[in-house]
C-alpha cells in the first residue's frame, strides 16, 4: 500500500480526496483505517445529535479539491446556504462530500477498526488495530482529538454511577433524555443542543455555562486562513509563541450572532433558562440529579455535558508509543514539531489538532482539513 491514512473523519477523507483527484494516486493504493462503518459517519452522528442545520464555516470550505466544488453542486436535491458567507446547509454539505468519495472509491477503501499501534518495519510503516493489520509506505495520522472528551472533574463520579441520566454529547452511547435538562457548556455544541431541546421540551431545559454567550461569527478570526495573519505566525521560531499565539487567536466557547438570535427569542418565550453560574458540587437522590451552583441550585433528570474535547491527545497511548520509539520531536506543548509538509519524520504526516503548529489557529476544522492536503500533496 503506498498511503494508510488514520481516521476517517473530514481530514482523513480529504486528503485521500486529494491524493487521488489532485496527484493521481490510484485509489487501490490508499487505505483508510477508521472504527466507523463509512466515511464521515462520527461527524453525521454528532452533528445530527445536536440538529445542527447549517455549517459554521463558509461554502468554499468542504472536502473536494476546488475551492467552488460544493457552490456549484447539483444533485437535484435541496440545496441550502446560509447568510451572507454562504454557510453551507448540513445536508447539502453531507451529500456533496458522499457524492466526491463514492466517486473516487472511497467507501472500497475502507478497513474498519481502532489503531492500537504503529511500528516500523524496514522502510514500511505496519498499523494494527483491534483484529488486523495492514502494511504501507507513507502514513497520514488524521484521528482527530483522539476521542478524548472534556469531562469536567465534579461530573466523573456521577457520569460513572448513573449513566442513563449523565453523559458527554458526543460520547458512544448517550443517556435517556427525560425532562428536566440541564445542558453544561456555553459553546455553539451547547447553543445548538439547548435549541434543539427547548423544542422538545419547552420550558424544562437550562444550559449552565461559567460565562455569558461570547458572539464571533467564526471560531477564529478569517485572517488565519491566509498570509494576514499566517506570516507572521510562520516566523516565530518559538513554539512556546505559537501554541501561544494559537490560544489568543482562537475564540473557545463562542456562537454565531444568528444562534444568539435564536437563543434569545427561545428565552423570551420561556423555553429555556440560561443560567450563568459554576458547578460547586452533584449529588442524586432517588431518580433526581442536583447540582450546587455558587448562587443558585438544579433539580432534574438528565445532566448533558457540551463540554467539547480535552486538549490531552497527545497523552493517547499509542500515539505515545510512536513518539518514544521512533524518537518524534513535540514542542513543549506536547504536540508535533513537523515541517512544511507536514511531516514528522519521512513518510509519516499529520492533520487536524497533531498539525497545528504549523497550519496555526484553523488547523482543526474543515479549512485545515484543505491546507493540511494541499501541503502533504507538496511534498510528492
Ligand atoms: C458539532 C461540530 C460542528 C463543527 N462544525 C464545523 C464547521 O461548521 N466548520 C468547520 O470548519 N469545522 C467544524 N467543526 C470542527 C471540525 O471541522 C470537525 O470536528 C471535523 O469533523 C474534524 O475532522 P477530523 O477528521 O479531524 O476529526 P473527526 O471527525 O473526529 O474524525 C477523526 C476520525 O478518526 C477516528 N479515530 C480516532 N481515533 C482512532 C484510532 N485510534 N484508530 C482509527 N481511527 C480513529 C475517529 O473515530 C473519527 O472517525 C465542528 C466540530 C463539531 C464537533
Known amino acids: 500500500m503506498e498511503w494508510i491514512i488514520a481516521g476517517g473523519g473530514i481530514h ?37 445529535r445536536i440538529a445542527m ?12 479539491i476546488h475551492p467552488f466544488s460544493l457552490h456549484y453542486f447539483d444533485d437535484g436535491g435541496s440545496e441550502a446556504f446560509y447568510g451572507k458567507y454562504r454557510r453551507p446547509g448540513l445536508d447539502f454539505f453531507n451529500r456533496h462530500s ?30 494494527e488495530t483491534d483484529s488486523e493489520s495492514v502494511e504501507g509506505k507513507n502514513l497520514v495520522l488524521a484521528t482527530g482529538m483522539n476521542e478524548r472528551l472534556s469531562i469536567p472533574e465534579w461530573a466523573e463520579e456521577l457520569r460513572e454511577s448513573r449513566p442513563t441520566q449523565v453523559g458527554h454529547i458526543f460520547q458512544e452511547k448517550l443517556p435517556m433524555i427525560t425532562p ?18 427547548a423544542r422538545e421540551h419547552p420550558g424544562r431545559v437550562v444550559q449552565i455555562s461559567r460565562h455569558p454567550y461570547r458572539v464571533h461569527d467564526f471560531d477564529s478570526d478569517p485572517g488565519w486562513l491566509g498570509p494576514k495573519n499566517l506570516r507572521g505566525f510562520q516566523t516565530l521560531s518559538s513554539y512556546k509563541k505559537r501554541r501561544q499565539a494559537i490560544l489568543n487567536a482562537r475564540h473557545r466557547g463562542s456562537v454565531t450572532s444568528e444562534l444568539r438570535h435564536r437563543l434569545r427569542r427561545l428565552e423570551d418565550r420561556g423555553a429555556y433558562r440560561f443560567i450563568e453560574d459554576e458547578v460547586e458540587g452533584s449529588g442524586v437522590e432517588g431518580s433526581t440529579l442536583s447540582l450546587s451552583l455558587k448562587r443558585s441550585r ?26 518514544r520509539k521512533e524518537g518524534l520531536i513535540c514542542a513543549q506543548c506536547g504536540f508535533p514539531i513537523v515541517n512544511e509538509h507536514l511531516q514528522w519524520c519521512d513518510h509519516l504526516y499529520v492533520s487536524g489538532p497533531l498539525a497545528e503548529l504549523e497550519i496555526g489557529p484553523v488547523a482543526r476544522n474543515i479549512a485545515g482539513a484543505r491546507k493540511a492536503a494541499e501541503r502533504i500533496i507538496g511534498s510528492m
Not at 447549517?54 to 472536502?63: D, G, I, K
Not at 458522499?98 to 524496514?122: P, V
Not at 438528565?302 to 513518539?323: C, F, H, N, Q
Open 12 to 48: 482523513g477523507c480529504t486528503i485521500a480526496t486529494y491524493l487521488i483527484k489532485a496527484k493521481g494516486i490510484p485509489a487501490s493504493q490508499i487505505c483508510i483505517i477508521d472504527p466507523h462503518s463509512a466515511p464521515l459517519e462520527k461527524w453525521k452522528e454528532l452533528t445530527s
Open 53 to 64: 442545520p447549517f455549517l459554521r464555516s463558509p461554502s468554499v470550505h468542504h472536502c473536494d
Open 98 to 127: 458522499e457524492s466526491i468519495f463514492s466517486n473516487i472509491g472511497l467507501q472500497e477503501r475502507w478497513m474498519q477498526g481502532r489503531i492500537k499501534g504503529i511500528t516500523k518495519s524496514g522502510s514500511h510503516w505496519v498499523v
Open 180 to 197: 428536566d435538562i440541564a445542558v453544561v457548556g456555553g459553546g455553539i455544541t451547547a447553543a445548538h443542543l439547548v435549541i434543539k431541546l
Open 298 to 323: 438544579w433539580d432534574g433528570e438528565t445532566l448533558l455535558l457540551a463540554t467539547g474535547y480535552s486538549p490531552k491527545i497527545m497523552e493517547t497511548e499509542w500515539v505515545r508509543e510512536l513518539v
